[in-house]
């Protein structure tokens, strides 16, 4: 029973990786799609390959370890500030489907998922978490933390959860769509303060490009 647990575990870890493989060969594919002139006569073209690439970035986005972002990037670098409301918008709903997908997974699934690949330790402590609120949840994690930094950190949560979105290599946690499903399956955040905390975090590029975008692109070269 446990080598069959085991083997269960590893077929779902392996599936994992496959989906984040494939995440980021599409996610490749499809900023060297966009990659092409702009003209009238392609204008139709143009106008379903955007509405194409932005449910992508919305799914491929949402996924760990997916650089769905760069979609949302390639998309204002070369359509300008015009598309910048839109692609913000994608990113907002992409963010948010990760954390709410954090939130429904049950808890005895993470935990046995845990156990089958033989992470015992992460088990037992979210085993110890079943069934507490966000503040009990608070005070067990800052007990177990190191003494310096890191219950800071945890107590103020959603200014972390901001910055670390914008954090320069924040790929090596998941991107912005690990960090939201940890932030979902924590139960820590509540939805209205994520959503916007998040609405918040994914706002300085954007403005940016409303502001100053068409006076970039008017530079001599």
């Given at each position: ?83 910048v409301p839109l ?28 156990r089958e690949v ?44 901001m910055l670390a ?57």
């Open positions: 029973m446990p080598a069959r647990r085991h083997m269960a575990g590893l077929l779902k870890l392996a599936i994992l990786i496959a989906i984040i493989v494939a995440g980021n060969l599409l996610t490749r594919g499809i900023i060297d799609g966009l990659d092409m002139d702009i003209r009238p006569s392609n204008e139709p073209m143009l106008h379903q390959i955007i509405m194409t690439s932005m449910v992508a970035y919305i799914l491929l986005m949402a996924i760990p370890f997916v650089p769905g972002v760069e979609i949302g990037l390639a998309l204002m670098m070369i359509l300008g500030p015009k598309i692609v913000y918008g994608c990113t907002l709903i992409s963010l948010s489907l990760a954390f709410m997908a954090g939130r429904l997974l049950p808890e005895k699934s993470i935990t046995r998922f845990l033989h992470l015992v330790k992460a088990a037992a402590f979210l085993e110890s978490c079943h069934g507490l609120g966000a503040e009990q949840r608070l005070a067990r994690l800052v007990d177990k933390s190191p003494r310096r930094w890191v219950p800071w950190l945890l107590k103020h949560r959603y200014l972390t959860l979105i914008n954090l320069p290599g924040n790929m090596v946690v998941g991107g912005g769509g690990g960090l939201a499903l940890m932030a979902g399956m924590s139960r820590m955040f509540s939805i209205h303060r994520y959503i916007l905390t998040v609405a918040v975090a994914i706002s300085p590029i954007p403005l940016f490009l409303v502001i100053f975008g068409d006076r970039i692109a008017n530079w001599p070269i």
